[in-house]
């Protein structure tokens, strides 16, 4: 019996670890969180220079990485600065937000999929795919509700139409990045209803 004992405990430090690798690779994501508080302070023209920078380092980083096999030491800056895929998408689809919807509706999309993506993705990876949407859902009316207080408020029902939107399209499997899908589905949600 203690043999079985012994053999599992390798299986379970594994998930354990891999399930810990993929909520530090989510909780990365939260670094970009500058970009709603950049479009909000800065404008649209420096926050466009900010996240240009971001996507740029972050390919230049995979660049160095993979293509040249040039290790970033120390090994700590290795692993925050690790290159995702994930996070590319992430650094285009705020591009995309802020370059193609009007500031208060860019500000909206970032948060959903910075905010939203983020714990929905780790509520996933725990709980399972039906509390994925809830907190999904939670999030981005959360931060929705956040942005009504400063002076850029529209309608509350044009936030909650973006977040249903976002919400349908993580429920959808489509062949693409859920980063970009969510963006521009919710933009386009809320621009047709302020329109």
């Given at each position: 019996?203690?043999?079985?004992?012994?053999a599992?405990v390798?299986?379970?430090s594994?998930r354990?670890s891999?399930?810990?690798?993929d909520?530090?690779l989510q909780?990365r994501?939260?670094?970009?969180l500058?970009?709603p508080l950049?479009?909000?302070?800065l404008?649209?023209q420096n926050?466009?220079?900010l996240?240009?920078?971001?996507l740029?380092?972050?390919?230049?980083?995979?660049?160095?990485?993979?293509?040249?096999?040039i290790e970033?030491?120390p090994?700590n800056?290795?692993k925050?600065f690790?290159?995702e895929i994930?996070?590319?998408?992430?650094a285009?689809a705020?591009f995309?937000?802020i370059?193609?919807f009007?500031?208060?509706?860019?500000?909206?999309?970032l948060?959903?999929?910075?905010l939203g993506?983020?714990?929905?993705?780790?509520a996933?990876e725990r709980?399972?795919?039906?509390?994925e949407?809830v907190?999904f859902?939670y999030v981005c009316?959360?931060?929705s509700?956040f942005?009504?207080?400063?002076?850029?408020?529209f309608?509350?029902h044009?936030?909650l139409?973006?977040?249903?939107?976002?919400?349908?399209?993580?429920?959808?499997?489509?062949?693409f990045?859920?980063?970009?899908?969510?963006?521009?589905?919710s933009?386009?949600?809320?621009?047709?209803l302020?329109?």
């Open positions: 019996r203690s043999k079985i004992v012994a599992n390798p299986i379970i594994r354990l891999k399930s810990g690798c909520i530090r909780l994501r939260l670094s970009i500058t970009l950049s479009c909000y302070f404008g649209r926050t466009l220079l996240n240009t920078i971001i740029f380092s972050v390919l230049f980083i995979a660049y160095l990485k993979y293509y040249l096999k970033i030491k090994k800056l290795g925050i690790e290159p994930e996070f590319i998408f992430l285009a705020c995309l937000s370059f193609f009007p500031k208060i509706i860019a500000m909206n999309i948060l959903f999929i910075i993506n983020t714990f929905a993705q780790i996933k709980y399972g795919r039906a509390l949407i907190t859902a009316l959360a931060s509700l942005l009504l207080f400063f002076p850029l408020v309608d509350w044009i936030a139409l973006g977040c249903l939107a976002g919400a349908v399209i993580r429920l959808i499997k489509l062949p990045n859920q980063d970009i899908a969510v963006s521009l589905t933009g386009l949600a809320m621009v047709l302020l329109t």
